[in-house]
């Protein structure tokens, strides 16, 4: 099969090459997948040197993915035909190839409304937002716990929100789920986008290249947010502590906020965390809900066929992707 590579744990670039099918343990709760869409992550040619893979394996791309079930344990809910999607686990090599492995507890039945591109852009940045919102940011349930929207409503009602880099991949999933739990969210982006993330719920929207969060933060007491949701860390993070009221919460998925605390922040019992989310089924399955509801909507940057991958990373990397790039394998089958 064809499968894009990155060589060696250190290399910046990668390759297109054939390597062997998968073979799936059904004794593991494997499924084999032929995969029709995947989407990279932003970062993710640093994981292998930075965060390496338990065991080694072949170092391939793209944690997203939708596909058809080709074969699978007999017990599964999830059989040969099935249409699906998922964000697969790190310990296996990604899905930026032909075929690939999942397993139950990652995959969820695709949206019978969406094509194969739009269910590939849904499910890290859907479920990373999902985590912050539900499991993270104000403890509302455990990580594996049962989704109670009622409950995790009543404990966001009338919060304050703010989200950096509102426009991204997981941004946008933020400024929806927050809004539909009754948050109020306030959200920063480049100019170009500001209506966009309005139309996604946002209630205000500042320019990050022009507004000073210390200063807005200032102007007036209740601009002050209970949470912040930094997608983007460094200067964007450091600056955002400043919005947070005492007793408030600043969480970030790039970065452990501690890191960037501005020198004079002297607020008080400000709970700061950091953490990387973790694909499951009970969620995905969940947001495949309010897809299908039209209560939320993926964002597809832009579609790619496997052969231009360097164009494809050498946009992730810029950092202006307008939601998730996908590569678009339906076409090869």
């Given at each position: ?31 084999l ?7 990279p ?66 995959l ?46 009543a ?73 912040v ?40 019992d ?10 499951i ?53």
């Amino acid at each position: 099969m064809n499968s894009i590579i990155q060589p060696t744990a250190s290399s910046k670039t990668l390759t297109l090459t054939t390597t062997p099918l998968p073979t799936p343990d059904h004794t593991q709760g494997e499924h084999l997948i032929q995969i029709k869409a995947c989407s990279p992550c932003a970062g993710e040619l640093l994981w292998p040197k930075n965060f390496p893979p338990p065991t080694e394996r072949t170092l391939i791309p793209c944690p997203d993915m939708a596909g058809v079930v080709i074969a699978a344990p007999p017990d599964s809910p999830f059989q040969p035909g099935d249409e699906v999607y998922a964000r697969t686990n790190y310990i296996r090599p990604g899905n930026a190839c032909e075929y690939s492995i999942a397993v139950a507890d990652e995959l969820a039945h695709k949206p019978k409304s969406l094509s194969w591109v739009q269910a590939a852009a849904i499910p890290v940045s859907a479920q990373t937002a999902w985590q912050v919102l539900f499991v993270h940011a104000l403890g509302t349930q455990g990580s594996q716990g049962e989704v109670d929207l009622e409950a995790t409503r009543a404990v966001w009602a009338g919060k304050r929100v703010l989200v950096t880099a509102a426009s991204g991949s997981v941004g946008i999933w933020l400024v929806q789920l927050a809004t539909l739990l009754g948050a109020e969210v306030v959200a920063t982006c480049g100019s170009r986008n500001v209506e966009l993330v309005k139309s996604l719920g946002a209630k205000e929207v500042l320019d990050y290249r022009v507004a000073d969060l210390k200063e807005w933060a200032t102007q007036l007491p209740s601009n002050k947010v209970d949470v912040v949701v930094d997608c983007v860390g460094g200067k964007a993070l450091g600056d955002a502590w400043w919005t947070v009221k005492d007793g408030g919460v600043v969480l970030s998925i790039y970065q452990p906020p501690l890191q960037v605390r501005p020198d004079g922040f002297e607020g008080e019992d400000v709970k700061d965390l950091f953490f990387i989310m973790e694909p499951i089924r009970r969620q995905l399955e969940e947001i495949s809900k309010l897809v299908e509801k039209g209560l939320c909507r993926g964002l597809v940057d832009s579609v790619w066929p496997l052969e231009q991958y360097e164009e494809v990373f050498k946009r992730l990397d810029g950092g202006h992707a307008k939601g998730k790039i996908i590569f678009d394998l339906s076409l090869n089958h």
